[in-house]
């Protein structure tokens, strides 16, 4: 089993669609949580940090369920500029462990 | 604003050839990493480093080396290229702790073994 999995996609909304990717991790040991954004053929970036309590970030809410060993990504009021791939990320040690990430992609 | 720097954005080289791939970041970072990242395979960690000469395996260094002389340069080596190390070549650099803010990544270095 992969120590992140996430849904590849491609999801496909239309602008101002809500839209929710998931990501399961295998060891219950994980310490921190991130979501990354990486566009085409660019290097990732960091979109946020994942709490516990869960956080948010204008349009972008992230939890975290550590009884499940799951964490969500929801993307509120979708932009055209939102089409990316989304990274899940564990961090195990001090070491960060990516998913393959979801392929989002918004139409006009 | 800060940054990590990758040498090459695109790299073509010849099967057996010895190969650097040159990272330098100027956060004053403890923390140096390389991945590579293929599709349908994500971003796999190659080699990294917490602190000036040393150096850990990640999951796959078969194949690769690596060197840290300095605090801000972390260089990846192919000792003898190979087909199936084309890829997305990704460094990173963090903090030692926290690790709240995650990595920063250079541009990557797209290599191509023909």
Known sequence: RKEVEQDPGPFN???GATVAFN????????????????????EPKLLMSVYSSGNEDGRFTA?????????????????????????????????LVFGTGTRLLVSP | DVKVTQSSRYLVKRTGEKVFLECV????????F???????????????SYD?????????????????EKKERFSLILESASTNQTSMYLCASSL?????DGYTFGSGTRLTVV
């Open chain 2, 96 to 100: 030692r702790a926290p690790l709240a």
């Open chain 1, 23 to 42: 990501c399961t991790y295998s060891n219950s040991a994980s310490q921190s949580f991130f979501w990354y954004r990486q566009d085409c053929r660019k």
């Open chain 1, 63 to 95: 939890q975290l369920n550590r009884a499940s060993q799951y964490i969500s990504l929801l993307i509120r009021d979708s932009k055209l500029s939102d089409s990316a791939t989304y990274l899940c990320v564990v961090k195990d040690f001090q070491k």
């Open chain 2, 52 to 68: 000036v000469k040393m150096k850990e395996k990640g999951d796959i260094p078969e194949g690769y080396s690596v060197s840290r």
């Open chain 2, 25 to 32: 970041q100027d956060m004053d970072h403890e923390n140096m």
């Open chain 1, 13 to 15: 909304v239309p602008e």
């Open chain 2, 34 to 48: 390389w991945y590579r990242q293929d599709p349908g395979l994500g971003l796999r960690l190659i080699y990294f």
